[in-house]
């Protein structure tokens, strides 16, 4: 049982690349989010999905789109890099929708945007 | 909305001392409350959390926060740390409603360093 995969754990871009931080996993969870960790400022929520075919946005959305065409991968894809965007994201995942569950966190993505 | 203050953003104590983990928050509705560790380049482990019922909640390693309502704090603890306990240790909200989705609010983090 691998629980929350995150690939990769290191990538370094230059500003205005595009990619993609994968998220998968295994438990059958219908909720899945992302958040990105900055020095000083806590976790802060990015995009989420309370199921396959539904996203929604957090606290800072911009320059992020997500989609969620299974259950078990939540993908997050930076159109245009940008230097604000240097950080380690965390995807997690938990079981129902009522926020009594706790969240289940992949070991991070750290990105440099150079 | 809510919010999440962890006023320390440091604690420094000695191995087999206790510690205290301060968190507050703020909320319009009813919350559930959650403390998670984080260790050097992991991801977030759960710790303990509320939900309702007794106002003290034992966690794992050692670990219990107390529920305040009327202060609005959940208070992380442990009598005696060990040097495996430094680490950095988040308090986060999320709200009761059905259907709301498990959106978490974070305090800004507390790094607990247990020196010998």
């Known amino acids: 049982n691998a629980g929350v995969t995150q690939t990769p754990k290191f990538q370094v871009l230059k500003t205005g690349q595009s990619m993609t931080l994968q998220c998968a996993q295994d438990m059958n969870h219908e909720y899945m989010s992302w958040y990105r960790q900055d020095p000083g400022m806590g976790l802060r929520l990015i995009h989420y999905s309370v199921g396959a075919g539904i996203t929604d946005q957090g606290e800072v959305p911009n320059g992020y789109n997500v989609s969620r065409s299974t259950t078990e991968d939540f993908p997050l894809r930076l159109l245009s890099a940008a230097p604000s965007q240097t950080s380690v994201y965390f995807c997690?995942?938990?079981?129902?929708?009522?926020?009594?569950?706790?969240?289940?966190f992949g070991d991070g993505t750290r990105l440099s945007i150079l | 909305a809510q919010s999440v203050t962890q006023l320390d953003s440091q604690v420094p104590v000695f191995e087999e001392a206790p510690v205290e983990l301060r968190c507050n928050y703020s909320?319009?509705?009813?919350?559930?409350l959650f403390w998670y560790v984080q260790y050097p380049n992991q991801g977030l482990q759960l710790l303990l959390k509320?939900?309702?019922?007794?106002?003290l909640v034992k966690g794992i390693n050692g670990f219990e926060a107390e529920f305040n309502k009327s202060q609005t704090s959940f208070h992380l603890r442990k009598p005696s740390v060990h040097i495996s306990d430094t680490a950095e240790y988040f308090c986060?909200?999320?709200?009761?409603?059905?259907?709301?989705?498990?959106?978490?609010?974070f305090g800004t983090g507390t790094q607990l360093k247990v020196e010998l």
């Open positions: 509320y939900l309702s019922g007794s106002t």
């Open positions: 909320s319009s509705v009813s919350v559930y």
């Open positions: 986060a909200v999320s709200d009761t409603i059905t259907g709301g989705g498990n959106k978490l609010t």
């Open positions: 997690a995942s938990s079981y129902g929708r009522g926020g009594r569950q706790p969240q289940h």
